[in-house]
């Protein structure tokens, strides 16, 4: 561990909480442009939290400390997550402690929260939201959990740091393996934050929506919490993706001067990454509930078939 | 460069042949799968290219050439005007359902594995893993064959199955003689037009493109 290790670790850490809502406003701006909409101004997330820091918190009557409690564990445990991901430099404090399949907790945990928080009230909306979300998690999760290993098998390591050293590092060789965990993953993460073809985050039509439907009884700071928990998990997300599978750019251990070059370069492919995904969400039609198994069937399809393959074609 | 990066762009084309084996087996729409075949057909094209310059084998890139004429263009496009004539644009109707059918693919895919590690060893080539893969895409397609229930995608099943068995002979042994080629290349033809004739046939007879309809030929 080393000087410039620590300061890579803080730096992740407030880059991924400070960036997360200008991704998300990324995202929104290249989608409306794709629409030929006019886009809401690229600030317009942080404009909201802070709006809704501002404003009062009103509580249920018979809400537990669970409820008040939730919005805080989920922020803690994503932006923990964030600080697991090797997005600047890989020598970091934090990857002693928890490697890839941590990460994958640290998401479930989150998880977990949000969906008996929205079960706490009552109310018919939240519950049917959780059991949705609970569903999309139980079939996203195997997937996700292949996708690591896949990456695991090629760098001989669970730890995301020596993955991203592995494959970033090395003399370029291309993984066919990696095409496939790619689709995978890119399906898993369009599942896991609510985008289109499984839940659509500009809904508010009740019958369809799955993470709206579960905060829908928050509001005040903790609506706040919760939206900016949703942004970087949405950051996470591009961010394991970069990590995997292109990790170019990305410093060594106590390289200074290769992290300040990763801070361009984490930018534009996370820009790259936001009108990508938002290119994605323009190109498909948000699908039946009862379709999502089949979809995330084949995201852990695709994944398990990236692991034989590469047992086939680069073992 | 070329010696270097070659073998593993082709193994990288052997990966998408795959994953485009498995797409047209969870495809449902009709003219989807259609484009699916034809892009199959350019990516055996380009591993076939990719071939020939790797081993600077002259009558690869005629194979090639046939392979971009013949499935690229021509075979989609009789397809396509099948479809136009016959005036079908539905969904293709399943026997088992896509979920299951992929995993029964995922079996197969182990099986093919298993089946080529051994062979593979044999083999002298660079890309002899990828023999494996164009027996795994093969079983694929002869499953899609199987569990369609109309005429027409187990035409394109029959197709895509002698993509994989092309993709076997190119990559993996670094392509057959000349006259076998041109030979397996003008029976797919053939075949497509037969087929075609078939698929009208049957419609003429039982005015839908079923094929369980045939098991109904046997004296009542």
């Known amino acids: 561990m080393s000087a410039a290790g620590i300061a890579a670790q803080f730096a992740e850490l407030a880059l991924a ?112 939201g959780a059991r949705r979300e609970m569903m999309v998690g139980f079939l996203a999760e195997p997937a996700l959990l292949m996708v690591f290993f896949t990456a695991s098998l090629i760098s001989h390591s669970t730890s995301l740091s020596t993955i991203v050293e592995a494959i970033a590092h090395r003399e370029l060789v291309i993984y066919p393996s990696m095409a496939f965990a790619g689709v995978a993953f890119v399906m898993v993460s369009l599942a896991e934050n609510a985008r289109i073809p499984i839940d659509n985050p500009a809904t508010h039509l009740e019958l369809t929506m799955i993470h709206e439907a579960m905060v829908l009884e928050y509001s005040g700071r903790h609506l706040a919490l919760i939206e900016w928990a949703a942004s970087l998990k949405l950051f996470v997300h591009m961010c394991i993706g970069l990590a995997l599978f292109f990790p170019f750019g990305i410093a060594g251990g106590g390289d200074w001067l290769g992290l300040v070059l990763a801070l361009p370069a984490l930018a534009a492919k996370l820009a790259v990454g936001g009108a990508a995904l938002a290119l994605i969400e323009m190109l498909s039609a948000k699908m039946r509930i009862f379709r999502a198994p089949e979809f995330l069937g084949t995201a852990f399809l695709l994944a398990v078939l990236a692991m034989l393959v590469h047992v086939m074609l680069e073992g | 460069m070329l010696q270097h990066f070659g073998p593993q762009v082709i193994n990288l084309l052997a990966a998408v042949l795959l994953l485009l084996a498995f797409a047209m087996l969870s495809q449902r729409r009709i003219l989807s799968l259609i484009n699916l075949f034809a892009a199959q057909g350019f990516v055996l094209f380009l591993s076939t290219a990719l071939v020939a310059a790797l081993t600077d084998q002259k009558h690869l890139y005629v194979s090639a050439a046939v392979t971009l004429v013949l499935k690229v263009t021509l075979l989609p496009w009789i397809l396509h005007r099948l479809i136009r004539r016959l005036n079908v644009k539905w969904d293709v109707e399943t026997l088992i359902n896509i979920p299951t059918t992929m995993l029964v693919g995922i079996l197969l895919v182990i099986l093919a594995f298993n089946l080529a590690a051994p062979i593979s060893q044999l083999a002298g080539t660079v890309t002899r893993s990828t023999l494996g893969i164009a027996l795994a895409s093969m079983l694929l397609s002869f499953m899609m064959m199987i569990t369609r229930s109309k005429a027409v995608p187990q035409v394109i099943g029959f197709l895509s199955m002698e993509n994989g068995l092309f993709f076997a002979a190119t990559a993996a042994v670094y392509g057959m003689p000349m006259v076998v080629e041109l030979g397996v290349a003008l029976d797919v033809l053939v075949a497509a037009l037969i087929l075609g004739i078939f698929i009208f046939e049957i419609r003429e007879r039982f005015d839908t493109l079923d094929t369980r309809h045939l098991e109904k030929l046997k004296e009542h």
Not at chain 1, 64 to 88: D, K, N, W
Request: hydrophobic share 55%; with cysteine.
């Open chain 1, 17 to 128: 909480v400070l960036l997360a809502p200008l991704l998300t406003g990324w995202v929104n701006q290249c989608r409306a442009w794709l629409q030929n909409k006019s886009a809401p101004g690229i600030l317009q997330p942080y404009r909201v939290l802070a709006k809704l820091f501002q404003k009062e918190v009103i509580l249920a009557h018979n809400a537990s400390p669970l409820f008040r409690s939730a919005p805080y564990l989920i922020f803690g445990s994503l932006a923990l997550s964030a600080a697991i991901v090797p997005t600047l430099g890989t020598d970091l404090p934090l990857n002693e402690a928890a490697d890839a399949i941590a990460l994958v907790g640290l998401l479930a945990l989150a998880r977990l929260f949000i969906a008996l928080a929205a079960m706490d009230v009552g109310t018919a909306f939240g519950t049917l």
